[in-house]
C-alpha cells in the first residue's frame, strides 16, 4: 500500500533570487527574497532615474511624506508584496501593456531594476484559467 505524502505549498523552497514584477495597469509586486532584502518594511517609496531608465524602492516609514504601503498577497507577511503604482508608471511612462518581472539588486538602500533589461514577460494563472472557460462555453 501506497504511504502517501500530502504536498502543501510550505513545502514548496522559498525563492532566494528577489524579483520585481510591474503588472498591467502598474502595481508593483515584490517577492519574500526581495521585501527581505529592503529589510521588511511595510512601506516605500518609488525612485526613477530617467537617464537609466532605473526604477527604485527605498523602504520608508509608513507615515512618511512620499511613503506607498506594502501590501501582502499571501497573507501572514509570506508576500508577495504589492505596491500601487499605477501613477507612477503613468507619469514616467513605463510600459504596462504586459506584465514583466525583473532580477532586483539592492544598490545603497534601494532596491532597483533597471527597465533598459528586457524583462520576463509573466502571465497571470487566471488569465489561462478564464480562457478555458470561454472555450468550454463554446462547446
Not at 85 to 102: H, L, M, Q
Request: net charge positive; charged share 25%.
Amino acid at each position: 500500500m501506497p504511504n502517501f505524502e500530502t504536498f502543501t505549498k510550505r513545502m514548496a523552497p522559498l525563492v532566494k533570487q528577489p524579483f520585481v514584477t510591474i503588472q498591467k495597469r502598474g502595481t508593483l509586486s515584490l517577492n519574500a527574497a526581495a521585501h527581505a532584502l529592503l529589510g521588511k518594511p511595510d512601506a516605500v517609496e518609488l525612485l526613477y532615474d530617467r537617464d537609466e531608465q532605473i526604477v527604485g524602492l527605498r523602504a520608508v516609514p509608513k507615515g512618511s511624506e512620499h511613503a506607498y504601503p506594502l501590501r501582502s498577497q499571501g497573507g501572514k507577511s509570506v508576500g508577495p508584496y504589492i505596491v500601487s503604482g499605477t501613477a507612477f508608471a503613468k507619469y514616467y511612462k513605463i510600459d504596462t501593456e504586459v506584465s514583466r518581472r525583473w532580477v532586483a539588486s539592492l544598490v545603497d538602500d534601494v532596491l532597483c531594476i533597471d527597465l533598459k533589461q528586457e524583462g520576463t514577460v509573466v502571465t497571470s494563472n487566471r488569465s489561462a484559467s478564464q480562457s478555458a472557460d470561454t472555450s468550454n462555453e463554446s462547446s
